[in-house]
């Protein structure tokens, strides 16, 4: 079992940058992989960004050149940098982790909100 807890949401206006972060605990050696998916109001859940325990990377096309992800093993906690931001941007953002995939585990989410 491992358990996800996501923070660093918030408002920001257009052009502006946030750090979101998620801590693990748990079983994590079974996270070999952990992503960021994000959720705007009517929209279907989309993934953002993903990393697996090589550092290989993933993101979405909106978010290429904008959006950063990185880990740290020793902290158990995975990183979304976001510069940038745009108001499409805005969605409750989820943090993911497991083998790769569907994932299995995820986070409770975090607001983010691109306005002026």
């Known amino acids: 079992q491992v358990t996800l807890v996501e923070s660093g949401g918030g408002l920001v206006q257009p052009g502006g940058s946030l750090r979101l972060s998620c801590v693990a605990s748990?079983?994590?050696?079974?996270?070999?992989?952990m992503a960021w998916y994000r959720q705007a109001p009517g929209k279907q859940r989309e993934l953002v960004a993903s990393?697996?325990?090589?550092?290989?990377?993933n993101y979405a096309g909106s978010v290429k050149g904008r959006f950063g992800i990185f880990r740290d093993n020793a902290k158990n906690t995975v990183y979304l940098q976001m510069n940038n931001l745009k108001p499409e941007d805005t969605a409750v953002y989820y943090c993911?982790?497991?083998?790769?995939?569907?994932?299995?585990?995820w986070g409770q989410g975090t607001q983010v909100t691109v306005s002026s």
């Open positions: 993911a982790a497991g083998m790769g995939p569907p994932y299995v585990y």
């Open positions: 748990g079983s994590i050696f079974s996270a070999n992989a």
């Open positions: 990393i697996r325990s090589g550092g290989i990377t």
